[in-house]
């Protein structure tokens, strides 16, 4: 009897403490479950710095998926040196809903053009300092109670954000771009924050899929990716939706038809410390996200105190798989490098006469 290889897979998506790489960052770049990295602003110093820095990890593994938070508004991270201040995603709803102020049709319209022009702009300048995926867009619907949300939703209405995700998603791709759509199911209708607790969801499934999760059926075939939320929807599962294998591979992957990669959201954040009602581990966290059916596991923010945590993570999915604990959906690494860009981006210098980019500023909001 011949034991079979597991499918080689690199799941983890961790971060770095600084501006330059150090000898730990290194070597856990090279470690063969990582598979990207998430940046944040104590990354940023200048465009050189960075453009440095994500060239430094490309030489290291040129596979290595560069990731950030840069939505617009107050969820971006890079605002300095001719980076452009992208406005909250709101900022395109309420244009939306100023249709027919200047003649019939006139605000939607709009409001579709610069959404584009802000993910052309968004995506341009990201991949002209190395980085290559966007966490973005928000597809949240703003029901006007959640903090954490907030501006970062486009509308209330399912309808406004698919189209105007969709118009987003659209100048990503003019930029070489893919996207991430997140937070699945929804993340607006509930108030708790899950960076610091466990919010619960008490609608129905089919309340749920007729508001909340619309914007995911009606993109299907247009997100790359997904993020799922760290809140319970108790009528639906007890475990919140990045651990649960009804809500990622039942509804989102079977019913919704969505064919990309999905991300867990970070495993440091409260909603995603219990499990069960029981705080775990995150290694056992991350286990339960890639066997419910997350391609890959974000661990944040643990680098900044010597990276013990993500250490005993590496080595934890190492032995969980080794042991079985959890093995690797066959197309999840497919799924990764899909994200890939697959273009050469311009340099700042090459995109500040580009065309294209330039009219895309124009018509920024």
Same mark, same amino acid.
């Given at each position: 009897?011949?034991?079979?290889?597991?499918?080689?897979?690199?799941?983890?998506?961790?971060?770095?403490?600084?501006?330059?790489?150090?000898?730990?960052?290194?070597?856990?770049?090279?470690?063969?479950?990582?598979?990207?990295?998430?940046?944040?602003?104590?990354?940023?110093?200048?465009?050189?710095?960075?453009?440095?820095?994500?060239?430094?990890?490309?030489?290291?593994?040129?596979?290595?998926?560069?990731?950030?938070?840069?939505?617009?508004?107050?969820?971006?991270?890079?605002?300095?040196?001719?980076?452009?201040?992208?406005?909250?995603?709101?900022?395109?709803?309420?244009?939306?809903?100023?249709?027919?102020?200047?003649?019939?049709?006139?605000?939607?319209?709009?409001?579709?053009?610069?959404?584009?022009?802000?993910?052309?702009?968004?995506?341009?300048?990201?991949?002209?300092?190395?980085?290559?995926?966007?966490?973005?867009?928000?597809?949240?619907?703003?029901? @006007?109670?959640?903090? #954490?949300? &907030?501006?970062?939703?486009?509308?209330?209405? %399912?309808?406004? =954000? *698919? /189209?105007? $995700?969709?118009?987003?998603?659209?100048?990503?791709?003019?930029?070489?771009?893919?996207?991430?759509?997140?937070?699945?199911?929804?993340?607006?209708?509930?108030?708790?924050?899950?960076?610091?607790?466990?919010?619960?969801?008490?609608?129905?499934?089919?309340?749920?899929?007729?508001?909340?999760?619309?914007?995911?059926?009606?993109?299907?075939?247009?997100?790359?990716?997904?993020?799922?939320?760290?809140?319970?929807?108790?009528?639906?599962?007890?475990?919140?939706?990045?651990?649960?294998?009804?809500?990622?591979?039942?509804?989102?992957?079977?019913?919704?038809?969505?064919?990309?990669?999905?991300?867990?959201?970070?495993?440091?954040?409260? @909603?995603?410390?219990? #499990?069960? &009602?029981?705080?775990?581990?995150?290694?056992? %966290?991350?286990? =339960? *996200? /890639?066997? $419910?059916?997350?391609?890959?596991?974000?661990?944040?923010?643990?680098?900044?105190?010597?990276?013990?945590?993500?250490?005993?993570?590496?080595?934890?999915?190492?032995?969980?798989?080794?042991?079985?604990?959890?093995?690797?959906?066959?197309?999840?690494?497919?799924?990764?490098?899909?994200?890939?860009?697959?273009?050469?981006?311009?340099?700042?210098?090459?995109?500040?006469?580009?065309?294209?980019?330039?009219?895309?500023?124009?018509?920024?909001?």
């Amino acid at each position: 009897m011949t034991t079979q290889t597991p499918t080689p897979h690199a799941p983890v998506v961790l971060d770095i403490a600084g501006l330059t790489l150090d000898a730990h960052d290194r070597r856990r770049l090279k470690h063969p479950l990582v598979g990207g990295l998430i940046l944040f602003a104590r990354n940023w110093h200048s465009r050189l710095q960075l453009t440095e820095l994500t060239a430094e990890i490309k030489s290291i593994r040129p596979d290595m998926l560069v990731c950030v938070d840069h939505e617009g508004g107050r969820v971006q991270r890079f605002r300095t040196d001719g980076f452009t201040h992208l406005p909250p995603m709101r900022v395109l709803g309420e244009m939306w809903m100023d249709d027919g102020k200047r003649g019939s049709g006139d605000g939607a319209l709009t409001a579709t053009d610069a959404a584009t022009a802000a993910g052309h702009v968004l995506g341009a300048e990201l991949r002209a300092c190395g980085v290559d995926l966007s966490f973005t867009p928000v597809l949240d619907l703003d029901h @006007g109670g959640s903090g #954490v949300i &907030g501006d970062r939703a486009f509308h209330r209405d %399912a309808r406004v =954000v *698919a /189209l105007l $995700a969709k118009s987003l998603m659209h100048g990503l791709l003019r930029a070489g771009m893919h996207n991430c759509g997140k937070h699945f199911p929804g993340h607006g209708f509930v108030k708790a924050d899950s960076h610091l607790e466990v919010p619960i969801d008490g609608r129905s499934l089919k309340a749920i899929l007729a508001d909340d999760a619309k914007p995911y059926e009606w993109l299907s075939t247009s997100l790359a990716s997904v993020m799922p939320a760290h809140v319970v929807y108790p009528k639906v599962d007890a475990q919140p939706a990045g651990f649960s294998p009804r809500w990622l591979k039942e509804i989102l992957r079977q019913q919704l038809g969505f064919t990309g990669a999905v991300f867990s959201d970070d495993l440091s954040m409260a @909603g995603a410390r219990r #499990v069960g &009602g029981v705080e775990v581990s995150y290694t056992e %966290a991350a286990c =339960v *996200a /890639l066997n $419910a059916g997350c391609d890959l596991v974000l661990l944040c923010n643990q680098s900044v105190d010597g990276g013990a945590a993500v250490d005993a993570l590496l080595d934890g999915l190492h032995d969980s798989q080794a042991q079985g604990h959890w093995q690797p959906d066959p197309d999840s690494e497919a799924r990764r490098l899909g994200l890939l860009p697959q273009t050469a981006p311009l340099t700042w210098d090459e995109l500040m006469h580009d065309s294209g980019y330039q009219r895309a500023l124009e018509r920024l909001p």
